[in-house]
């Protein structure tokens, strides 16, 4: 893998339930040789010097064992099941006090890249007036990663439900950047079995 190319912290949320599965986790279904939580965690890793931080479930949870050797922070969500807004709050709380941005990462996209993370990453300019730089589908819908500016953290802790973090989007206005990435790849995820055998089959993967 290639040198981080940022010191931002990036922060995972891994706490959701995979609620559509029926019994099945979708953050330990093997991508690329490695269960994805694992796979996403390693992608962070190779892009940040700085914190990658992991939202889970409270422990005992096999997404720790999925993560075992990994140079990130498992942070326990105690709330997740409110939503992904606990995840947030959570993890905005743990970000290193001097971060002037945080890039927040789906953990259940398999076909974001290295690269992608990189690419959004060093479209942060913290001198500019823009407050959020985001990663869209090649024909530009918003998506994943995205980077916040510390200015909308505060936002974060005020947050309950399960917006996902829209409220803050809709707060910056104007303030977004829109990084167009190659495919669908900033939205696709899979939530349940038959979207994994078609992803896989279109892959010839078996």
Known sequence: ????????????????????????????????????????????????SGAVIVALPEAPHPRYDALAGAEVVMLPV????????????????????????????LCDLPELTQADLAQIAMAHDPDSDTRIWRGTTQDGRPGHPIVFSAKLFDLF????????????????????????????????????????ADWRAARGLS
């Open 1 to 48: 893998m290639n040198a981080p190319v940022t010191d931002m912290p990036i922060l995972l949320l891994a706490a959701g339930r995979s609620s559509r599965m029926r019994g099945i986790d979708k953050l330990l279904q093997e991508v690329e040789g490695k269960p994805l939580i694992r796979r996403q965690a390693d992608i962070a890793r190779a892009v940040t």
């Open 78 to 105: 105690p709330e997740a099941t409110e939503g992904m807004n606990a995840s947030l709050r959570t993890g905005i709380a743990a970000l290193p006090p001097d971060a002037d941005a945080a890039m927040l990462l």
């Open 157 to 196: 802790r005020t947050l309950t439900g399960d917006g996902g973090g829209r409220e803050v989007v809709k707060a910056a206005g104007a303030h977004v950047v829109h990084i167009p990435l190659p495919g669908n790849r900033a939205r696709l995820d899979l939530d349940t079995p038959e979207d994994w």
